[in-house]
């Protein structure tokens, strides 16, 4: 073995651990009352390795000795298991695909490069050779960013970059580190804290995704809101290109022309590899603390997050889900007893009391991190903003839950899968003025669609990412299906998520990239004259099509050719 | 006449403003100190307009002919003194050839349209001539981005977007303002205002530079340490490009790609012509305070704006400045008496009993704004951290002065080139590990340039715009020199400044943009292959170079080719 761990390879996170919902009395009932659906009864299971037709590798004897003679036989692998975990992220299409025993094209080779002179080597072998290059980070991803095309007819190679994982220096003085881009997020952190420094991003994928992964599909983490948004917390970076190393300095600000900076992040594989990156880093707060909040409605919990985004308070993450998601955030609770059952019981007839319906009500996520003074200040001008729009203060118990549970959903969905229900996610951001009208438009053609498609289903929604002029809207949906046609039917329901953001003045995606399936809205969501520099910029740096093709941008019409479990080739 | 007004043709600002020094008695003895110039003895004087020769229109018809349908006849002009208005910004090196009367290649027509439709249009006629196309805004730029080629054999057309001068829309609830591109900065903050709004953007060139030109040069702001460079500030714009109209809609955040926003921020004309953006706006403050600071030091004064920048304290502006441009200032003022007098007395005799070193002394400038409250405790927090770093709070009057002054920095240029010396500014951005190795070799560089060339000169230097990770530093510098050599020399020295920037680790250029004056250094800012990425990106949207052509990358050499008072063709 080489050393580099991945995902199960036909789920989400570590063998071992799942969703369960043996101690969670109300998740059941909930699930079957929402979708009709009995998770006690499973009736499908993963497949077990023997049952996957691993297609044959297509690698050639030259490319393969040239990868051998500048890897070493050990980082250059074609066994089964490397070329299947290397084939797809983890969105619910890729899941069922895993499932269902539907691998078409396949990488033909994994390569374990370990460093950058490897990596060099590795894509000038490839574009030589006219093979395909996909980098490979932790795999998390959830818009087809990883696939290769079902067409493609030329040999394709994974570069994974498992074993680029140091944090290789720290400018203390001026808050940078040097990172690896394949580092994990736990293990960049890890060498972060040791010095008593944290890059603070914690996207949801934090687990098992990487540096350049963030980098390459323009994540957003959950402290964003101080931290900044992956662009802005890169301030330098190599990537490896077709025969040259392009090389950023760290600079806090430039204006030199348009910003190459920002072409490389979002390119998702197509100019190249990044090998590293400059990261602002800062000092571990004194102190930290998430707070939970009740709002009587979406429409003011809504306000108040912008209120609050919009007052002197200084906050590290504004969330709040609407009423459907705080229902199922409330069916997901442990079992309570004692004083906690009773709190929380009192709570309930207290907002009651008070004219609440209690179907309508909004839990909130608010935190804060600082010297305890500055923490106090804010936690202070918070609560006289939430008290103003008829908010109240629940207090740290959610939210210690919120922190421990915050990387635990996305094995939501294989267990769902098990129990006939495909489940994934859909974001988007747009201003303030247009965030009610997009989130009620958005509820309606999915439900529409669902209807449409003959199935329960559930949808729900949360704000994150807070910006001087709008938010992040994030949606979690769910179809109950155990037919032959599932992925159709999903198919469906997201063209409808997606459709909406557009119509309704969001972008495609907020923070989890374009990839295969969101590229055909591209020239709806920059207009064609947009798609046209990006498409152009691509080709002029990758004029044969070696770089992760078909990504971003591509021939295939919105819900047609492309945005179904079986895509064309992109030619 | 078609309304839209127009800098000096010959120098900086409005005809009937100029820098005087009469009531500023230690301005004089100050100069001759230094650079050993006696500014009592004008050795010089702009032309008048008689004196300069103009080369004739070489305008078609057929393209005349074109533009006249789609403006009208009046908007079409071909008279002496736009076309010379329009040949130049306002750098030193743009003001000398003007004076010398070396016109060589001016705009053949400069045209006026009205609105987004006549500039698709003229767009479109003057690719369809493959004639050049300039866009025009205040004529405030000073790195060479406006003036054509010296070797253009085509024709030239300079579009002023004079009449694209509205606040359009305001999205009160979302904070964003639709404006069209050629708003100048008063324009627009007034139309702002009148709703009680602002864009908090006030760039040195406010008075006389617009929306569009601060987008496409990448223009930062005295108080963007709150509001954000433009790039920040900009969420969405509409461009006309050749047959196109790019078109991106305003959002908070997106993980769509590339950025192709960040690729029309800084573009300096070259992918076609901004008409209008979306930015985001505030409430106009409660209260608003600037303060005055001194410390002992250079070292310690940077170090104190590095740990207000990483403080909990929100400041509008945080700068300090050298030694040499603390001296500088104290010449500039007016002559006290009284009460003034005896408290700056007081002050300067109280810092020597305490040890300072009158001559290191550094003046500081800090913006505060917001609520009385939030003002009062970010004051406060700076004290601390001033305290703490050896310096003392002066107090208002010194700030109220700089608030007056900011925008009248740029007449000091023409007054001193009647007395022979020539004046510019260069800036830079660097992690605040690099800064004061980066300063020290900037003012040995320049030095040493000054003494080969055999001239008396002065630099000085501050520090604006905090980020995380570093800040821009902001050199102003002389030379004293009335041959005919002038303008070489000076590049000599300007030239050492841009190279010492490189050489220490910081950029070509914060926020005055690249031009053709710092084209020949891209390649080693942003390594060859981030500029062949920006040539590419270039070539694929404006592929007969009708575009503002040799601006930004170009053929020309460090310090050879192009940075010279004679430009040579770029092809």
Do not use: D, S, T
């Given at each position: 073995m080489n050393g580099v761990k991945h995902m199960k390879w036909w789920g989400w996170?570590?063998?071992?651990i799942a969703f369960h919902h043996e101690d969670k009395p109300n998740f059941a009932p909930f699930v079957l009352e929402k979708v009709g659906l009995d998770v006690n009864a499973p009736s499908g299971r993963p497949p077990t390795f023997d049952e996957i037709e691993v297609p044959a590798s297509q690698l050639g004897e030259q490319l393969r000795g040239e990868l051998v003679g500048a890897l070493g036989e050990k980082y250059v692998v074609t066994e089964h298991m490397d070329r299947v975990v290397h084939t797809f992220g983890k969105s619910v299409r890729d899941l069922v695909r895993m499932r269902r025993n539907q691998l078409k094209r396949i990488p033909d080779v994994v390569v374990y490069p370990a460093d950058e002179d490897q990596v060099r080597q590795v894509v000038d072998a490839a574009v030589a050779a006219d093979a395909v290059l996909i980098p490979f980070g932790g795999g998390s991803n959830i818009v087809g960013a990883l696939e290769p095309l079902a067409g493609e007819t030329r040999q394709i190679v994974s570069l994974d970059l498992?074993?680029?994982?140091?944090?290789?220096?720290?400018d203390e003085e001026s808050g940078l580190a040097r990172i690896q881009a394949g580092a994990l997020g736990p293990a960049l952190e890890e060498q972060l804290n040791r010095r008593g420094w944290t890059m603070g991003h914690f996207p949801d994928s934090f687990t098992h995704s990487t540096l350049g992964g963030w980098i390459a599909t323009r994540s957003s983490g959950m402290q964003s809101d101080k931290y900044g948004d992956i662009g802005d917390v890169t301030r330098g970076l190599r990537m490896v290109q077709p025969g040259a190393v392009l090389v950023l300095n760290p600079l806090p600000a430039t204006s030199t022309g348009p910003s190459v900076r920002e072409m490389i992040l979002g390119s998702e594989g197509r100019l190249g590899v990044i090998t590293e990156a400059w990261v602002n880093v800062h000092r571990l707060p004194e102190e930290r603390v998430i707070l939970a909040y009740f709002f009587p409605t979406w429409s003011k919990g809504l306000r108040a997050m912008q209120a609050i985004s919009k007052s002197d308070a200084q906050v590290i993450v504004a969330r709040i889900s609407d009423d459907r998601e705080t229902a199922f955030s409330f069916s997901t609770q442990k079992k309570q007893s004692g004083v906690k059952k009773y709190a929380t019981e009192a709570i309930f007839k207290l907002l009651q009391r008070r004219g609440w319906d209690l179907d309508k009500l909004c839990m909130s996520f608010i935190g804060f991190e600082g010297t305890k003074a500055h923490v106090a200040r804010q936690k202070q001008l918070v609560k006289e903003i939430v008290t103003e729009h008829g908010g109240m203060v629940v207090g740290k118990g959610p939210g210690a839950l919120y922190d421990q549970k915050k990387f635990d959903t996305p094995y939501l969905r294989d267990f769902l899968l098990d129990r006939g229900a495909a489940a994934d996610v859909s974001e988007t951001a747009a201003p303030y003025s247009k965030l009610e009208t997009l989130y009620d438009n958005t509820i309606a053609a999915a439900e529409e669609a669902m209807a449409e498609v003959g199935c329960n289903g559930y949808i729900m929604c949360h704000l994150s990412h807070n910006y001087h002029s709008g938010a992040c809207l994030y949606f979690t949906f769910a179809i109950a299906d155990d037919s032959e046609q599932v992925l159709e039917k999903y198919d469906h329901v997201k063209r409808a998520i997606q459709q909406s953001f557009i119509d309704s003045h969001g972008t495609l995606s907020h923070h989890h990239g374009v990839g295969l399936e969101h590229a055909p809205w591209m020239a709806q969501d920059i207009s064609p004259a947009g798609e046209r520099m990006i498409r152009e910029l691509f080709d002029a740096v990758d004029p044969k099509g070696n770089l992760n093709p078909g990504k971003v941008v591509h021939e295939g019409k919105p819900g047609i050719t492309v945005i179904s479990a079986d895509h064309e080739t992109v030619d």
């Open positions: 996170g570590v063998e071992g498992g074993r680029l994982n140091k944090v290789l220096e720290i």
